[in-house]
Each structure stands twice: as structure tokens, then as C-alpha cells.
């Protein structure tokens, strides 16, 4: 398994490593459905303790995000803007933290084992296009050093959706 452990002396490297692997994978490639799945298998083989990563796009018509490629248990289709972690992220279009996902009003449980989040929105030329979601069966999993390197990693896979 690629983690941070196993190929850095710290997290930082070990995100910055990620983000060269990202490049790499995306260099060349213009189908945003490959890029978004590479990107979710490459974040779900890196990210020790997780048990669910992938990407929801915003459907403008319907005003929700529609479930993308991910990793893990089959998941929620549909989740509307400002319902739940990834539509709140989506709607205010701001990275979101979550410590304990039962504490978060309006928490959609697509996957019971999961006990903390992080979401990160993806916007292109200002632009909702969607959401990176990411769920661990742990509480407290993610933190600021997780947000500052997930964003880094939306803004270079936005370079190629």
C-alpha cells in the first residue's frame, strides 16, 4: 500500500510525492472521467484509514451533486446542495472538516462505518463542478495539514477536468 509512511519521512513529502504521482497520471490525458478515477484510486492507495474517496459533480439542472468515480462501498447517487457534508461544501463552496459525522446536522450516512470527513470543492472559472469527499472510520482523521495538501490536490487535478 502507498502511504505517507512507507515512502516519506513526513506527511508533508509524502503529499507533495502524491501530487508528482497526480501530474504523472493526468499528464496527456483529457477524459475527465480516467482523471477523476485515477485521482480516487490514487488518493484511496496513499490515505492510511480511510474507507471511502471519490468525487460527486454538480448536475446544475437538478441542483445536485451526481456520484463520480470513487473507492469503496457503493455509495449515495444524489445528495442536493447545502444537505449533508458534500452539499454544504458544495453550496458555500469551501473545504469542510468533519471530527465526528454524527455530530454534523443533516449528516447523510451513505456508508455506516464512517466516523469523520473531509470535503473539498472543485471549482472551475468560478464554477461549481463538483466535490472531493473522503471518509474514515476513525473520528478526529483529518486535519488542517490534510485540508492544505487536498485543496493543492484539487487545484492540479482541476488543470485537467
Not at 488518493?43 to 439542472?61: K, R
Request: charge should be negative.
Amino acid at each position: 500500500m502507498f502511504t505517507v509512511e512507507k515512502y516519506s519521512q513526513n506527511r508533508e513529502e509524502g503529499y507533495d510525492l502524491l501530487l508528482k504521482q497526480l501530474r504523472a497520471l493526468l499528464e496527456g490525458e483529457t477524459s475527465i472521467t480516467a482523471n477523476l478515477a485515477n485521482a480516487s484510486a490514487l488518493l484511496n492507495q496513499f490515505l492510511p484509514a480511510i474507507n471511502w474517496v471519490g468525487f460527486y459533480e454538480y448536475e446544475e439542472l437538478s441542483d445536485q451533486l451526481v456520484l463520480g468515480p470513487f473507492q469503496g462501498l457503493p455509495a449515495c447517487v444524489r445528495i442536493p446542495l447545502g444537505k449533508g457534508v458534500c452539499g454544504s461544501a458544495a453550496k458555500d463552496q469551501q473545504s469542510l472538516i468533519v471530527e465526528d459525522v454524527h455530530q454534523f446536522p443533516g449528516h447523510i450516512a451513505c456508508d455506516a462505518a464512517s466516523q469523520s470527513e473531509i470535503v473539498v470543492p472543485i471549482v472551475k472559472n468560478g464554477q461549481l463542478f463538483g466535490v472531493l469527499d473522503i471518509d474514515s472510520p476513525e473520528k478526529n482523521r483529518f486535519d488542517e495539514i490534510d485540508k492544505v495538501w487536498l485543496e493543492r490536490f484539487v487545484d492540479e487535478l482541476n488543470k485537467h477536468i
